[in-house]
């Protein structure tokens, strides 16, 4: 039978439609095998192109002596302008801000065929850690208020360039889908006196978790707007991702890399998105949010019934993604532990 569920953080109701449900493995991309080589000419992200970039932000490791393994640029088609100052307007209605912010390139890997479900748990855990530095770096600055990092993987899925990295863009405002989780969060907070996602992880039955570590869990959620979108949460409350600790870092880098994995092999190599979904920096410490990592593979499309509504048809059951997901066997297809 078909169901509506309520996502208990952002409140937005999703129609699970197992009437046109699929079996997950339908959603399989078929795609044909292709061969990217490892090097490419005129691929601005490939070594001995650095001149192609922008300087570097930072590199790793630091020591330019030695071949970089995962290197920061700015984005040379920006969307904002660390040139500019956020000064704020408003006339009438119309509120503007200068286009101050700051857009960054993460190149994952020297390899251009790599991509972050194929590279060793390591590898994963060092681009982690970069992550980690350019968040609490770009915190600093009291102009920033918001730091969105994501990767887009294959071209629906908005990469431009195949060779893989991911982003960041900070700005100088909190955008309003942020502001409104963060403020259910605190009323959540306010009304029961505990962490929501806390009390999520907790009581989380068994039925959604995809994998569980020491020090993370990833599931899928209970109301899914679109097939196998998955959240990996923290066990320890933490409200922001720059709060993460080394060993949290290691952890979260098999987590997430077996995660992808799953994925690519389960649904042959998807396009996909993922988000580091944290509290702003001065979020260090409170009590009500909790940070987590949002993977969305880009199976479907969206049309104009949730145009419309902003209610999403989903024709996946998250517990048969879970399961799905569980039993793929994805170990041998990559590079895990290497
Ligand atoms: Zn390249
Ligand atoms: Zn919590």
């Known amino acids: 039978m078909p169901e ?5 953080f952002t409140k937005e109701w999703v129609i699970i439609a197992t009437e046109r449900s699929k079996r997950p493995e339908e959603l399989a991309t078929h795609r044909p095998p292709q061969t990217v080589p490892s090097f490419v000419e005129n691929c601005p992200f490939c070594p001995g ?12 490791p630091p020591n330019t002596a030695e071949p970089w393994a995962v290197r920061v640029i700015p984005n040379k088609f920006a969307a904002l302008s660390s040139d500019l100052q956020p000064t704020r307007s408003l006339q009438h209605l119309r509120r503007r801000v200068e286009g101050f912010g700051v857009h960054e390139v993460i190149i994952d890997s020297p390899d251009h065929s790599s991509c972050m479900a194929l590279l060793p748990d390591a590898h994963v855990a060092r681009i982690l850690s970069v992550f980690k530095e350019r968040y609490n770096s770009l915190g600093m600055d009291h102009r920033i208020n918001h730091v969105t990092i994501f990767k887009n993987h294959g071209a629906d899925a908005g990469a431009s360039l195949q ?4 982003q ?5 405002v909190i955008p309003s889908q942020v502001r409104h989780r963060l403020l259910e969060a605190l009323r959540h907070y306010d009304d029961a006196g505990e962490c929501m996602f806390c009390h999520m992880v907790e009581i989380e039955d068994q039925t959604r978790i995809v994998v569980k570590s020491e020090f993370f869990v990833a599931m899928e959620v209970f ?3 679109t097939p196998f979108a998955t959240h990996i949460f923290p066990l320890r409350h933490t409200a922001t991702f720059g709060e993460i600790t080394a060993a949290e870092i290691a952890d979260l880098a098999r987590v997430l890399r077996t995660l992808l994995a ?3 092999v389960g649904l042959e190599n998807p396009d996909l998105n993922f988000t580091v979904r944290s509290g702003p920096s001065d979020y260090v410490a409170a009590r009500h949010f909790h940070w987590y990592v949002s993977v969305i593979p880009r199976l ?6 949730e145009l419309g509504s902003g209610m999403f048809i989903n024709t996946v059951l998250p517990e048969a993604a879970a399961e799905f997901l569980r039993n793929v066997k994805a170990e041998k297809a990559t590079g895990a532990g290497a």
């Open 223 to 225: 109301a899914s707007a």
């Open 262 to 264: 799953k994925i690519y």
């Open 49 to 60: 192109n650095e001149g192609k970039t922008p300087p570097e932000v930072m590199r790793f």
């Open 168 to 172: 960041l863009i900070a700005t100088p």
């Open 300 to 305: 479907t499309r969206v049309a104009g019934f």
């Open 163 to 166: 060779h893989p990295h991911s």
């Open 4 to 8: 509506l569920r309520q996502n208990f």
